[in-house]
């Protein structure tokens, strides 16, 4: 089989959106941080290319 290179940028971007994203729900509303927290895990997988 063939394996093909994907390309994670994108994931990177958007992990790196999330992160902000958590940052400043955190420093707003604190306990709604967790929220947050599913996206920043998915897309690291993603860009880590764990899923």
Do not use: C, R
Not at 13 to 29: E, N, Q, R, W
Not at 30 to 48: E, M
């Amino acid at each position: 089989m063939e394996t093909t290179k994907k390309s994670t940028g994108l994931y990177w971007v958007l992990f790196l959106v999330s992160i902000a994203g958590l940052v400043v729900t955190y420093s707003y509303a604190g306990g709604y941080a967790s929220l947050v927290l599913p996206f920043n895990f998915t897309f690291l997988a993603k860009a880590l290319d764990l899923m």
